[in-house]
C-alpha cells in the first residue's frame, strides 16, 4: 500500500464501508474472479442496468442444463416443480423488500415500468381523485398521469421541503394542479371512497438524492402541510415507491413503511434476467384496483363460456393481474442473483458504493482551474456534511471552463468513451428533476424543444444552459481504482492547468492567443485550397475547383441518404461501409454517380425526379421535417449490396427546415431566412484550415515521440468531411471568425462543430482502422468555447 498513497488515503476515511472486509471475497477477488469482462472498461451506469457475474450466469446456464422446466400452468411433474420455484422466487422478492406474505403480495411483471402502467391503468380513479408526484420521478411515473387525467381525476406536481426533520415538518410544494375537461365536474365532495395516490421515488435516478421513506406514514396520516389554494385532503391516499434504483443498494423496508405499491426491475439488482419485474402490492391495496381484461388457460381466469358473456377470474392476487404464461425460465434464475447479493448483504452493498460516490463527490467539489474557479457542478445536495445521509451512489454533475462557460455533457460522454469510461448523460428520462437542477423554465423547456432538442441529441447546450447532466453511478462491484481513473479523465480532459504545466509548453510550443469575437480584421491572404460535394450523407464525396451554391448550400450536398427498412438513418458510426461508397455529381450528364468495392457496377441516378418512383412523403429525422422521395428496387438493392443490409435510399426536398444563429451561437429552426438545410447536422458547410490540421499532425508525432502505445496517424483534412479547406494564416485562427467571404458570397459562422468519433475511423485499402486519435489528442488541448479542433460551420 506504501506504493499507493492516494489509495492509502481513501482506505484511511473509507476502509471501514469499502470493499467488503467481513465477506468471504473482498472487491478486488471479486473483481479479478467474476468480472474479467472489464478488464480495462470503467463501468459506471449502475444506474442504468448493472453486471452480472459470471459464476451467477455459470449457475444459471448450469441450472438450465440439469432441471426441467415446464409451463406452471400443466399439472405435470416437471410443470409443478416449476410453479413451486416460481413460488420460491415470490418469497425471495417479498424477502429482499422485508415485506409479510401475509400483508404483501409479489406480481410479476415485464420490468417496473409495467408494473407502473398495472398501477395506473387499473387504479379506481373518480373525478375527485388525485394523482399527486415528486418532480423527481422517472417518465414510467408520469406516465400514470394520462390514466388519472383521462377519468377526470387532477394530478399534480410538487416539491417536498423538510426532508430532514420529523413528519410534522414535511411541507408539500405545489405546482399548478392539472385537469382535463369540466372543472366543474370535481364540485361534488371527496368521500370516503374516493382514493388518491402520491407517488415518489426511493432514490432519484437523475441525481442520486434519497427520499425519506418517512413520507409513507407521512402521506397517510395527512400529517403534511401544503400551502396555497391546493386541493382537499379528503379520500384515502394510497402511496407508490418507485424503488428501480433505490432497491440496487437500499432496498425499501415495507415492515417500516408501509407502501401500497412498490415496483422493481430485478436487472438493476443483479444484472440478468433482463426484461423481469415486480409489482410488490399491499393485500387490501392490490383488492382494489380494477383489471378489465383476461387471459390464460389457467392464469386470470378460472371459467370463461366462449360464446356466452360470462367469465370467473381466480381468486389469488398473482393469478388476477398476471396476463398469460409467465417467463418461468427467466424467475427461476432469479435465486442465482439474490443468492450474490444475500452473500455480500445489502447494508455492506450500500456502505460500499456510497464510500466511492462520497469519495468522488468530494473530489469533484474540490477541483478548481487555475484561475480558482469551480470546475463541477453537482447536482443534488452540495453540503459535504449532508453527502453521505441523503444521496445514493449516484453522481450527477456537470463541468464548467474557467469562464464560467459550460462544457457540453454529450462532449464529456464523448471523450470519456475513448477513455474506455462507460457513463451516461442526458436527463435519464426524468424531466422534472432535470429541469428542477438545472434551472430550466417552462418557457426555456419549450424553447429547446422548438429548436429540435429531443433526448439521446447532441444539443447539450442552448442559450447557454446545459440540456442534461453527466451521471455515474456505482456498482457493489465498482472499485476505487474505477473512481479514480474517472477523475483523472476529468482532471486531464476538463481543468486548467497553470501555464507552467500547459499542454503548449510540454510540446515547446507557444499557444496560439484566443481570437477577440466579432469580425477579425485579416490582414494576411487565405487561399480556399478546396471544395468537397458530400450527395450521400456519411458516404464518401467528391473535391472540385469551383461548385454552384443554391438555399441549400453546395448544390446537391448531402441531399440524399440512407435509411433502413426500420427507418433508421445510416451512418457511418453504424455502418462504416459507407466511407467505401464513393460519390460523383456530373451536372452536365444530370448524373449522381456511385461506385462501391462490393458491387460490380456503377449506378447512375438522374438528378432529375424521373427516376424517383415512390410518393412524396414527410419524414422527421433529428427533429427536422422534411419532404423526401424514394427510388426503386433497382437502386435500393444495389445500396443494400453496397453497405451489406436492407436499406433504401431517398431525396430530400428540404422544403421546411431553416437555420438561424443567436449570439450565444447555438442553432434553431428559422422561419426569416431563406437558407435551407439538406440532410446535414448542424449546417450547410463545414470549414478547416492547413494549418490547425499541421498543428495537430505536430501534435500527434510529439506524443508518439513521448512514448504512447498509439501507431503513428497521419491525418488530412478529410478525416473531418470538410466543405471548404482553406489555408494561408496561423492554426486555428479561424475560431475567431464570425464572417467570411469568398468571391462575392458572404457567410455567417454559426461556431464550432460537435466533436463526433467519425474522425476516428481511417478507410484504407478496403478495410476500417478505427483508434482513439485523432479525438484523444483534440480532448487535450481543444477545450475552448470552439467544439472542433478545427472545424467551424457556416
Known sequence: MADDPEKERFLKEFGQDYGYPNAPSNVDEIR???????????????????????????????????????????????????????????????????????????????GATAALKLVGETFPWSSQSTFMYTMENHNSVLGIREYSLKEGAAAIAVDIDGRHGGKSAVKIIPHTVQRRGEIGCRKKEQTSDTYNLFAFPSECNFSGLRFDLGLVNVMKEDSYEMPGPTLSHSGRWMVLIDAAKGSATSPPDLSKYKADFVVVSFYKLFGYPTGIGALIARNGAA?????????????????????????????????????????????????????????????????????????????????????????????????????CNEMGPTVSFNLKRPDGSWFGHR??????????????????????????????????????????????DDRDILNGKPTGS?????????????????????????????????????????????????????????????????????????????????????????????KSLSGEILTQKKVPEMGFITTLVDLKLGRL??????????????????????????????????????????????????????????????????MCSNKNRSMGPCRDLEARLNFVNEAQFLLISEESIADLNNRLRSKLHKGSNEQHIEVDPSR???????????????????????????????????????????????????????????????????????????
Request: aromatic letters at 10%.
Open 593 to 658: 454517380i456511385v461506385e462501391s468495392l462490393r458491387c460490380k457496377e456503377k449506378l447512375q441516378i438522374e438528378l432529375t425526379s424521373g427516376q424517383c418512383i415512390a410518393e412524396r412523403e414527410v419524414m422527421e429525422i433529428y427533429s427536422q421535417r422534411y419532404e423526401v422521395q424514394g427510388y426503386g428496387s433497382e437502386v435500393d438493392t444495389w445500396f443494400s449490396t453496397a453497405v451489406g443490409r436492407p436499406c433504401t435510399l431517398v431525396r430530400s426536398y428540404a422544403f421546411q427546415n431553416h
Open 720 to 794: 473531418f468531411r470538410p466543405n471548404l479547406v482553406v489555408s494561408g494564416g496561423k492554426p486555428y485562427a479561424e475560431d475567431g471568425w464570425s464572417r467570411l467571404k469568398i468571391g462575392q458570397t458572404n457567410f455567417t459562422s454559426l461556431g464550432g462543430c460537435n466533436r463526433c468519433q467519425m474522425i476516428n475511423m481511417a478507410f484504407t485499402a478496403g478495410t476500417v482502422q478505427r483508434s482513439n486519435e485523432p479525438l484523444a489528442t483534440l480532448a487535450s488541448y481543444r477545450r475552448l468555447k470552439i467544439r472542433l479542433p478545427s472545424g467551424l460551420q457556416f
Open 470 to 562: 453527466v451521471r455515474v453511478s456505482f456498482g457493489y462491484m465498482s472499485t476505487f481504482e474505477d473512481a479514480r481513473k474517472l477523475l483523472k479523465f476529468i482532471k486531464s480532459s476538463f481543468v486548467s492547468l497553470p501555464p507552467q504545466h500547459s499542454i503548449s509548453d510540454l510540446l515547446g510550443e507557444k499557444p496560439v492567443p484566443a481570437s477577440t469575437e466579432g469580425v477579425e480584421r485579416v490582414t494576411r491572404t487565405y487561399f480556399l485550397k478546396s471544395i468537397t460535394v458530400y450527395p450521400i450523407k456519411s458516404c464518401a464525396g467528391f473535391t472540385v475547383e469551383s461548385w454552384p451554391l443554391c438555399s441549400t448550400g453546395l448544390l446537391h450536398d448531402r441531399e440524399w441518404l440512407l
Open 287 to 387: 383488492k382494489l384496483l380494477k383489471k378489465t381484461y383476461f387471459s390464460g388457460a389457467s392464469g386470470t381466469v378460472a371459467a370463461s363460456i366462449a360464446d356466452v358473456d360470462f367469465y370467473k377470474r381466480r381468486d389469488g392476487i398473482e393469478e388476477y393481474f398476471e396476463d398469460g404464461t409467465l417467463a418461468f425460465v427467466s424467475i427461476a434464475s432469479l435465486r442465482h442473483g439474490f443468492r450474490i447479493l444475500n452473500a455480500l448483504t445489502m447494508s455492506a452493498i450500500y456502505r460500499h458504493t456510497m464510500s466511492l460516490a462520497l469519495y468522488i463527490r468530494k473530489a469533484l467539489l474540490n477541483l478548481r482551474h487555475v484561475n480558482g474557479s469551480r470546475v463541477c457542478t453537482l447536482y443534488g445536495i452540495n453540503d459535504p456534511e449532508l453527502l
Open 32 to 110: 479479478a474472479t467474476e468480472f474479467k469482462r472489464l478488464n480495462d472498461v470503467v463501468y459506471l451506469d449502475h444506474a442504468g442496468a448493472t453486471l452480472y457475474s459470471e459464476s451467477q450466469i455459470q449457475d444459471v446456464f448450469k441450472d438450465l442444463n440439469s432441471t426441467l422446466y415446464g409451463n406452471p400452468h400443466s399439472q405435470s411433474n416437471c410443470s409443478l416443480s416449476t410453479s413451486d420455484i416460481v413460488g420460491d422466487a415470490r418469497r425471495q422478492t417479498l424477502s429482499f423488500f422485508n415485506a409479510s406474505p401475509g400483508e404483501y403480495k409479489c406480481i410479476f411483471t415485464s
Open 411 to 456: 462532449e464529456v460522454e464523448k471523450l470519456a468513451s475513448l477513455s474506455n469510461i462507460q457513463l451516461r448523460t442526458g436527463c435519464f428520462c426524468n424531466p422534472g428533476a432535470c429541469a428542477k437542477h438545472l434551472g430550466l423554465s417552462h418557457s426555456e423547456l419549450l424553447s429547446n424543444i422548438e429548436a429540435g432538442h429531443v433526448c439521446w
